[in-house]
């Protein structure tokens, strides 16, 4: 199964964040990872489960998390309908890893810079909305991951250039993480950053021509 075989094919349930450029970038990346059969797995944040079946899809043993109960369902579904074994939990992805480690971390998480600095607790929203600097969900799984990981686990995960990639970068090291940018790419904004075009500028997150979003691959690995 390629990483293109079934994103088309995810059910997405209302309010389920579906698969996009940044999702397709991931899938890609993971593309790229060697992953032996059996390999722990865990995906944060799975919206459809897209990237929790393509590492299933290879033999890994996955756990996808979501705090969102339809993409819990959606992601449950996906892999029944793909027969792929996935244990999809529901929560806050540090309560529902207490005391498991991974030899690979997936996150696509939510980090685009919104005008309201509280996190939405229901909704579309819950899959984009990350605060003011959109790190609110970043910045904890940066300081999470080494406690994630074994010992020369990977974490792969996409965010966009607005969210400060040096500051991704400088956040893993502190956390005792080798990190790098292995993938860029420019995509057309879409409808949530266009409809916040006037606040982005105004908070100097984009210039006045400015309508596409670098979006990054950082990949950090533990010692």
């Known amino acids: 199964m390629t990483r293109y075989d079934f994103l088309p094919r995810l059910v997405a349930l209302p309010g389920v964040y579906r698969p996009q ?26 919206g459809t489960g897209a990237l929790a079946l393509q590492a299933a899809a290879r033999g890994a043993d996955v756990t996808a998390i979501d705090v969102a109960w339809p993409a819990v369902l959606a992601a449950r579904l996906n892999g029944w309908r793909h027969r792929l074994p996935v244990r999809v939990r529901h929560g806050d992805f540090e309560a529902r890893t207490q005391g498991l480690r991974f030899d690979l971390a ?59 990639v040096e500051k991704t970068l400088e956040l893993l090291g502190r956390e005792g993480m080798s990190g790098q940018v292995t993938e860029r790419a420019l995509v057309p904004w879409g409808p949530v950053l266009r409809s916040r075009r006037a606040w982005l500028r105004n908070q100097g997150l984009a210039g006045d021509s400015h309508e596409q979003e670098e979006l990054v691959i950082v990949r950090a690995q533990k010692s």
Do not use: F
């Not at 990872?33 to 797995?41: I, M, N, Q, Y």
């Open 106 to 164: 997936l996150a696509n998480p939510p980090y685009v810079p919104s005008p309201d600095a509280r996190l939405p607790t229901r909704g579309a929203r819950r899959a984009w909305d990350a605060g003011t600097d959109g790190r609110a969900v970043l910045d904890r799984i940066c300081e999470a991951a080494p406690s994630l990981l074994r010992p020369g686990g990977v974490l792969l995960m996409v965010h966009s250039g607005m969210c400060g």
């Open 21 to 46: 450029a940044d999702t397709r970038l991931l899938a890609a990346a993971l593309t790229q990872e060697p992953l032996r059969s059996g390999a722990k797995v865990v995906e944060i944040g799975t």
